[in-house]
């Protein structure tokens, strides 16, 4: 049994910077691939940054490349998300994923396990 538990989200002005974190409980960690996924009311769940079991790569939207940083502890068993200068359109609800499969999906189909969402609300 997997269960991930993101933490982190808040309320912050347009062009603020804030850190998600997702705590991962049950075996298999270490080898799963783990994502950030969000869903913007209007649009659907979509991807926003993965990172391979070991860290090695890492893939990130191209709405958020550049700014957004995915990164994972494995020995904690957490995986991360910066966000830096954020933007009034990314209001959403951020989700924690995570995969058995080595490839990093960009598809939410991809992935086995879910978080129930951290809500980040961005004001103008």
């Known amino acids: 049994q997997v269960w991930l538990v993101e933490s982190g989200g808040g309320l912050v002005q347009a062009g603020d910077s804030l850190r998600l974190s997702c705590a991962a409980s049950?075996?298999?960690?270490?080898?799963?691939?783990m994502a950030w996924f969000r869903h913007v009311p209007g649009k659907g769940r979509e991807f926003v940054a993965g990172?391979?079991?070991?860290?090695?790569?890492?893939n990130y939207s191209s709405a958020v490349q550049g700014r957004f940083t995915i990164s994972r502890d494995n020995a904690k068993k957490t995986v991360d998300l910066q966000m830096n200068n954020l933007k009034s359109e990314e209001k959403a609800v951020y989700y924690c994923?995570?995969?058995?499969?080595?490839?990093?999906?960009?598809?939410?189909?991809?992935?086995?396990?879910w978080g129930r969402g951290t809500q980040v609300t961005v004001s103008s």
């Open positions: 994923a995570g995969s058995a499969f080595i490839t990093i999906e960009c598809e939410q189909d991809g992935y086995q396990y």
């Open positions: 049950g075996r298999g960690f270490g080898a799963a691939t």
């Open positions: 990172i391979s079991a070991p860290g090695t790569y890492t």
